[in-house]
């Protein structure tokens, strides 16, 4: 797994601005977390200077920031390039730094399949915040022909957890 991103300095501060005295399983914790996409969401470049990996046809995770509570991660997305179907077993918020990136939602029907019902591009600004109550079963696509950036933090420790993936689904055919 490669190392954090941001310097310890800003990562620490963008940790404490995560940190309630909550949980992440909390709303204190999500409204905690979308003051911190919306203030990164809003700067003109919040990656100036980090060498962002890059995934060719595909999408790439960079870990920013993390401790045993929560991780902060940079997306870099590919054009074309999706995630699986998937659900989170942990709090999950994510913004759009730049490009679109097109949000499937799903609703399962049994362990393994599932079917969309709602489809929405988000677009430069946007944050959505959720907790594992869900289910919150989606799947996240860069339909451009340009680069997209997408910030996201999960409640979980990096350290501990390879993704914020529970489920992986399919798509079902009816």
Request: hydrophobic share 40%.
């Amino acid at each position: 797994m490669q190392g954090l991103l941001i310097n310890e300095m800003r990562g620490s501060a963008l940790l404490r601005g995560l940190h309630t005295d909550s949980d992440t399983l909390s709303r204190d914790y999500l409204k905690a977390a979308r003051r911190v996409l919306e203030d990164l969401v809003a700067q003109a470049d919040p990656f100036a200077g980090l060498p962002l990996q890059r995934k060719p046809g595909g999408y790439a995770r960079n870990l920013l920031a993390g401790d045993a509570q929560v991780s902060i991660w940079a997306m870099v997305w590919s054009p074309g390039c999706a995630t699986s179907i998937h659900d989170h077993h942990c709090s999950c918020c994510f913004g759009v730094v730049s490009g679109v990136i097109r949000e499937t939602w799903y609703r399962a029907i049994n362990a393994t399949q599932a079917v969309p019902v709602e489809v929405h591009d988000r677009a430069p600004g946007y944050v959505a915040c959720m907790l594992p109550s869900g289910p919150n079963i989606h799947r996240m696509e860069n339909c451009g022909d340009s680069e997209a950036i997408s910030i996201h933090i999960y409640g979980f420790d990096h350290q501990m957890h390879a993704s914020s993936i529970e489920t992986e689904y399919t798509v079902a055919k009816l």
